[in-house]
């Protein structure tokens, strides 16, 4: 029987570094892939069934976590990370033919574009005005219509190579040549990707109290069991001033007899604890496991307390 067709959709519109994480999905060429305007979007084709996956930033090496999917998948229908993807990032400054530095003074892109090219627009361009766009790649292709209300775009060179109604005015304007950014593939909840020895889980902790020592319970659950956290980002819930929830990534894979200890603790601490996968690490990285919170030495220490109440 021929396999279904899949569909993906991810943070357009085309050109954005979001679709080049998508692309380097083994299938993604071959697949449906479905821009969409908002992460949110983005992820409500995955839960009404219109799309298999999405594909999401969600962390920056420059700007941290990328509020609007840690927020987006802490709620509403749960979802399920089964990959992360991390892309280099590099900007140009681009606009329409005959523009010249000279001549800008607004500039459209994604906040966290604007924020990895600060310092090169302060420096090169002082007094710019940062207008606000859904994305890099929809910034520059704002400019080439009628009713763009800004003088030029910081966007991914892969936009400027494919659209001739843009010149580039100016490459490499990242402020940080080495920046990566995160992104993770989402689909609804299923038979979880199998334990390769370098992965990830993440969770959703909210706060269940505000008071002293709340968050180094949450973190004790981890820290006796030997899991490195690899992020942790607070968020409020927006239900009232003071309401948080911690965003956590942690070394390891909830197959992993350290880590499912961990989130057994956290889930008595917080029964509103939300899973939001296990999956492999995009850079293979191994983590150090302690001896003593190997699967081995639980499977010894549960067996010990069987053979106690068995009167052994």
Not at 77 to 95: A, K, M, N, W
Request: charged residues 20%.
């Amino acid at each position: 029987m021929p396999a279904m067709p899949v569909t993906y959709a991810f943070l357009g519109p085309e050109g954005t570094f979001t679709e080049a994480a998508l692309m380097q999905v083994p299938d993604a060429a071959k697949a449906t892939r479905n821009p969409a305007s908002t992460v949110n979007a983005a992820l409500d084709m995955v839960r009404d069934g219109s799309a298999d996956a999405a594909m999401v930033p969600i962390e920056n090496s420059v700007e941290g976590g990328v509020t609007a999917t840690l927020d987006a998948i802490a709620g509403g229908q749960e979802l399920r990370i089964i990959r992360e993807v991390l892309v280099p990032i590099s900007f140009v400054l681009v606009g329409r033919p005959g523009m010249e530095v000279a001549d800008i003074s607004r500039i459209s892109t994604h906040g966290h574009a604007w924020a990895q090219c600060r310092l090169w627009v302060d420096a090169n361009i002082p007094g710019a005005e940062h207008v606000a766009g859904s994305s890099t790649a929809a910034a520059a292709m704002g400019l080439l219509g009628d009713e763009a209300h800004y003088d030029a775009a910081i966007c991914a060179p892969i936009v400027a190579q494919e659209q001739p109604g843009l010149t580039v005015l100016a490459e490499n304007i990242g402020d940080n040549p080495g920046a990566v950014t995160r992104f993770i593939l989402v689909s609804r909840p299923g038979v979880l990707p199998e334990r390769t020895g370098a992965d990830k889980t993440t969770v959703v902790v909210p706060l269940p109290e505000d008071r002293p020592g709340a968050l180094m319970e949450i973190l004790d659950q981890f820290a006796t069991r030997g899991v490195n956290l690899s992020r942790i980002e607070s968020r409020p819930t927006g239900q009232y001033l003071g309401h948080y929830f911690f965003s956590i990534d942690a070394d390891g894979h909830i197959a992993d007899a350290r880590v499912a200890d961990a989130l057994a603790g956290l889930h008595r601490i917080s029964p509103a604890t939300r899973f939001l996968g296990s999956y492999g690490r995009a850079d293979a990285q191994s983590p150090s496991v302690p001896q003593h919170t190997s699967d081995e030495a639980f499977r010894a220490a549960h067996e010990w307390i069987g053979k106690i109440l068995q009167g052994e």
